[in-house]
């Protein structure tokens, strides 16, 4: 009797049921592949890809918004409902303007990076100096973060139009890269996203 599933049950599983090493390297490529191609994109139009993850965040917090706003009125009974509204009032109106002043939205969201990259940086300051080995290094790392956090700071609005876009295309190039790597490793028997012990 053959297998109605035909040559794929013997590439994919063992005899024992479990997947053989390599399973699914190609959808783990294609992966990799295009979102090289989606980084690429990001650096080649950053305005362009500004835009889309402004968009984007902002239908997060309207679904976020209407959704916490629903249950709030829904929960009758619940000590938590007035924060379940409020927050839900606030999402709504932040995604609102992130969808319709998208402009504004990405001057948030570069204000955001610039405050993330500050307080990495003074972070790595005060962890470099307490490191026995790569002292400065890290120091130097810090320093780094901190002045490109002034940078974006002094270069707004101008910076808000194009650095979120960037931020997105180096998050996609990497990941890409990294998922390309990890699907050729697969393909010659590792396991897919190994990590050392």
Do not use: C, Q
């Not at 993850?53 to 009125?73: C, D, N, P, Q, R």
């Not at 962890?127 to 707004?156: D, E, H, P, S």
């Amino acid at each position: 009797m053959t297998d109605p599933r035909g040559h794929f049950a013997d590439t994919e599983t063992t005899a024992a049921g479990t997947p053989r090493a390599g399973a699914g390297w190609g959808w783990i490529l294609a992966y990799g592949v295009l979102s090289v191609v989606l980084g690429i994109m990001a650096f080649a139009s950053p305005f362009s890809a500004t835009y889309a993850a402004t968009l984007v965040i902002g239908a997060f917090f309207i679904a976020a918004g209407i959704v916490s706003i629903v249950s709030g009125f829904a929960g009758k009974g619940h000590e938590g409902r007035g924060y379940a509204i409020g927050f839900g009032l606030v999402s709504l109106v932040i995604g609102l303007i992130m969808a319709f002043e998208p402009a504004t939205g990405a001057i948030s969201l570069t204000l955001l990076i610039a405050v993330w990259l500050g307080v990495r940086g003074a972070l790595e300051i005060g962890l470099g100096a307490r490191f026995r080995r790569g002292k400065g290094l890290m120091i130097a790392l810090g320093v780094v973060n901190i002045l490109l956090a002034v940078t974006v700071l002094a270069t707004l609005p101008w910076s808000a139009l194009t650095l979120p876009g960037y931020v997105l295309g180096i998050s996609f190039l990497f990941g890409g890269v990294t998922s390309v790597a990890s699907a050729l490793a697969h393909k010659k028997g590792a396991p897919a996203f190994s990590v050392t012990a």
